[in-house]
């Protein structure tokens, strides 16, 4: 057996190298991480077990950073001021791809209806941040296209938290069997205390200004592993990670914020984000995926064609038909914050390890393909400069 460093230390030169060559295809290197995961999955070459308490800890605190950067990430101010076409567009596009994809994952997979809307609104979701250096590339970020993209992407934030927010109670809600009621509500209660009283301070955060940034990140730290202390009384340590961020994100003296982020989204995807993926891979029963094959296109083709539609209903009079066509496919890439809330599910023992397989195996391949495509169809169909 070698020890978690050493292993460590292998998979983080595997996912630099391997992140290096997948971002030739403009897929974001932190999928190195998930594909080695899904490849341990089949077999592990390593004499050491990723299921150990040790690397199971690490990976949950990459699972919590990644929502408390989403959280820190999220300016409820700019997404108020979204214009009708980016706001009906949001919630007509993810709803109705939450739709039929609840439709799929309650007859085919055999959920119980919340849970399956759960998992349908998990991967409705858009991860834009993978399209933007595409978008930058072609020139197109402030046209209406690339406007459209980006600002669905934002919005659809919220429909995030709710759906974080959704799961949360309904994990938390198994948990009324084995703990104190009181506690889980008492718990609950103090993080939306905390969030609102944070919220509230933005004065009283000014005198964080005087400090040197490495004390204000001790803070920082502070703050969230508080949340996340709290949270796990109620099983809602995510969600409470999650709100540390939005806290903090207005408790945080602006001329303070930047650098607070970077320092953050350094830790969070320099170390914790690559265990966490590949934590997601390695759950991954991929001998199901290889068995069904037909199950993972079906969940692509239902996603994907969902978004489509959508797209061009909403879109068409707007963009035209084929950028509301394109409109679609950058919409149905994917990233973290589905990833999560699946792993949530999984976790918690709401999803079983076949679902959980398919659809971790779908976004893979909406990472590698809607890239692609994307910038092919803009390329085609000649839309932006190269």
Not at 66 to 92: A, N, P, Q, R
Not at 265 to 273: I, N, P, Q, R, V
């Amino acid at each position: 057996m070698i020890n978690l460093f050493l292993f460590l230390s292998l998979m983080f030169l595997l996912t630099f190298l391997l992140g290096k060559a997948v971002e030739k295809i403009r897929v974001p290197w932190i999928f190195a991480a998930l594909i080695l995961g899904s490849l341990l999955g089949v077999y592990n070459p390593f004499p050491f077990d990723p299921v150990s308490p040790e690397f199971n800890f690490l990976a949950k605190l990459g699972m919590y950073f990644l929502l408390f950067v989403v959280g820190f990430e999220l300016d409820l101010k700019e997404l108020k001021g979204k214009s009708k076409f980016i706001v009906k567009g949001t919630f007509f596009i993810i709803f109705l791809e939450a739709f039929f994809g609840t439709l799929l994952v309650y007859f085919v997979f055999g959920l119980d209806l919340i849970v399956s809307f759960l998992v349908a609104l998990s991967f409705a979701t858009v991860g834009e941040a993978v399209l933007i250096p595409i978008l930058d590339e072609f020139r197109i970020i402030n046209t209406k296209l690339g406007q459209s993209i980006i600002g669905i992407g934002a919005l659809d934030d919220i429909i995030e938290v709710f759906t974080l927010v959704l799961a949360a109670v309904l994990v938390g809600s198994s948990t009324y069997t084995r703990f104190n009621i009181g506690i889980v509500l008492l718990s609950l209660f103090f993080l939306f205390i905390l969030t609102v009283g944070l919220t509230r301070l933005k004065e009283e955060g000014k005198q964080f200004n005087v400090l040197n940034i490495e004390t204000l990140f001790l803070f920082v730290i502070f703050i969230l592993f508080l949340f996340i202390g709290i949270g796990e009384y109620a099983d809602s340590a995510a969600l409470a990670a999650l709100l540390a961020g939005v806290s903090l994100k207005t408790f945080v003296p602006s001329k303070r914020l930047k650098l607070i982020e970077s320092e953050v989204k350094t830790m969070c995807y320099g170390f914790f984000a690559p265990v966490f993926f590949l934590w997601v891979g390695f759950s991954m029963d991929m001998k199901y995926v290889i068995s069904y094959p037909l199950l993972v296109l079906l969940v692509v083709l239902i996603s994907n064609g969902s978004k489509l539609l959508g797209s061009y209903i909403i879109g068409r009079k707007e963009l035209g038909n084929k950028q509301s066509l394109l409109l679609g496919f950058g919409l149905s890439v994917r990233f973290s914050t589905s990833i999560v809330i699946i792993k949530i599910l999984f976790e918690s023992g709401f999803v079983h390890a076949g679902l959980y397989s398919v659809i971790i195996a779908s976004t893979v391949v909406f990472t590698f393909l809607v890239p692609v495509l994307f910038s092919h169809l803009l390329v085609k169909w000649k839309i932006g400069k190269k």
